[in-house]
């Protein structure tokens, strides 16, 4: 398989505080693959700066063999057509009603029409288990839960090649968390699409993830597949997956 | 002691600078975005709606209240001099060349800016605006440039009430408490009232509207730290644009005077 993303020595800082350094990241097409690290490591300054919100100090980003640091905004305008982003909170824009939330890309970038727009936010509220009636609804009347589930089915609207998840699960009940992640395995695989999530969530983790990497104070320590994980003897993946106090990993 | 003291000045210098360089590229690309065509007309005329129409009772009361004052106040001044039949041209033009841009602006600034610093510092801390990107939608070509268009455009049509409106406070005051002869009062107004007059504190008005939208937008976009960090973005955006307002005042008066 392709190499689909492909990240090298990334570093970020903000101010004299480094959140990234040496950040490396290769995720093949059509991998789930999972970010894991507790608060703080960097999960989401590295994934804010795969889609362009966060710019690097240094260090290379290839999405399909292109380095998007040295595109121009125009050809990163192009590869941002290839993303879909499931945010932490959702992120829907609250002025909208749920059908013009999920069909925005496509509204505003290809001219779709409102009788269209709103057939495709049926059918993708249809496809993370919503009905009709929610598709007029306005983000502030919906619960956690649906919120997440509206924010899958915007990201996966225009039939993206690679999704991001932030936190996907994160505040969710232990039954939700199981619905999203059996939701976003199932549109993934539909789409063929490749996924990059993170998470510190590790039954969530073993739900979706082809491929881990462990990010620990801004550097990847660790990186194999799901059967690889158990067996890692590495200390600091095997205290953060069983959740110990015991370890490297000092709680601050 | 010397080296700590030069060493926060230096800091503070740094920071200053540095936010101003933001601020003017932020501004620099809000006013190129202004004119990227098409322009996302929906949010346009939401925008016009909410800025113009919207403030319309607020701006009007203002004009009718600083009218009727000024009336009254010229009155108490120039009948120690016998010189009541000035008051007409005092209230028009001033309420054409300051009070209806002036107080219209800093109105607009409490009641738009406000808002509009508050919906995008939201969007912000709610990473809407992220969202926006993700969907490869330029949050200055959907959020600002509508919002400062909009604003440039309604300020000046929202003096234009205000001019009349005051006016009108200041003639109502005139002939109905202070006795003054309606036709007389009007004739008096248009008769020193120049097209010039109107047109300067439209002017006015359009810079101020564009100043406002600018600093609103500026302050909202670049907002962190949840509720709290959007309260002070809000405080921050009042604030900087009636000071704005104030500078600008005196710069365009002296252009136009």
């Known amino acids: ?252 | 002691m010397v080296i700590h003291t030069l060493a926060a000045v230096g800091s503070h210098t740094i920071g200053f600078l540095s936010t101003f360089g933001r601020a003017f590229i932020f501004c620099f690309y809000a006013t190129l975005a202004c004119f990227h065509w098409p322009l996302k007309l929906k949010e346009f005329f939401r925008q016009l709606y909410q800025i113009g129409y919207l403030s319309l009772p607020v701006i009007g009361l203002t004009a009718i209240f600083s009218g009727m004052v000024l009336a009254l106040q010229s009155y108490t001044g120039f009948s120690r001099f016998s010189a009541e039949s000035a008051i007409s041209s005092v209230v028009a033009l001033s309420i054409t060349r300051e009070l209806g841009p002036v107080l219209g602006g800093l109105m607009v600034a409490g009641r738009v800016g406000a808002a509009m610093a508050a919906e995008i510092g939201t969007m912000r801390v709610s990473e809407q605006i992220d969202a926006l990107v993700t969907l490869s939608t330029n949050p200055m070509r959907y959020l600002v440039a509508p919002r400062v268009l909009a604003c440039t455009i309604a300020l000046p049509l929202l003096v234009l009430c205000a001019d009349a409106i005051g006016i009108f406070g200041g003639y109502a005051v005139a002939v109905y408490k202070l006795d003054f002869n309606s036709a007389t009062y009007i004739d008096q107004t248009f008769q020193f009232l120049k097209q010039e007059d109107v047109v300067s504190g439209l002017i006015k008005a359009c810079v101020f509207g564009y100043l406002i939208a600018l600093m609103s937008c500026y302050q909202g976009y670049v907002s962190r730290g949840g509720a709290q960090g959007v309260g002070q973005a809000t405080t921050r955006a009042v604030v900087l644009s009636s000071v704005l307002i104030l500078i600008f005042n005196y710069i365009l008066t002296a252009m136009l005077f």
Not at chain 1, 51 to 63: R, T, V
Not at chain 1, 203 to 211: E, H, M, V
């Open chain 1, 1 to 252: 398989m392709s190499i689909k993303i492909n990240v090298k020595n990334l570093k970020k800082s903000f101010g004299k505080h480094t959140v990234l350094k040496d950040f490396d990241l290769s995720v093949k097409k059509g991998e789930s693959h999972v970010i894991l690290g507790g608060s703080g490591s960097g999960k989401s300054v590295s994934l804010k700066c795969i889609i362009g919100l966060l710019k690097p100090d240094s260090g290379i980003i290839e999405i399909d063999g292109h380095d998007t640091q040295k595109m121009s905004a125009k050809e990163f305008e192009a590869i941002l057509r290839k993303f879909g982003m499931l945010f932490q909170g959702g992120a829907l824009f609250d002025s909208l009603p749920v059908w013009e939330n999920i069909s925005f890309s496509l509204i505003n970038n290809q001219g779709m029409g409102k009788r269209q727009a709103i057939d495709l936010a049926v059918e993708k509220l249809a496809s993370v288990g919503l009905g009709e009636d929610v598709a007029y609804k306005y983000p502030a009347e919906l619960s956690g839960g649906m919120k997440k589930r509206v924010s899958l089915a915007r990201a996966i609207a225009p039939n993206p090649e690679i999704l991001f998840f932030d936190e996907p699960t994160a505040g969710l009940d232990p039954i939700m968390c199981t619905t999203i992640d059996s939701l976003i395995t199932k549109c993934s695989k539909e789409l063929g699409a490749t996924t990059v999530t993170i998470t510190h969530d590790i039954a969530s983790l073993r739900r979706i993830a082809d491929t881990v990497s462990m990010l620990y104070k801004g550097e990847v320590i660790w990186t194999g597949s799901l059967k690889e994980m158990d067996k890692s003897k590495n200390a600091y993946l095997q205290q953060f997956i069983h959740g110990s106090t015991d370890g490297p990993i000092k709680a601050s």
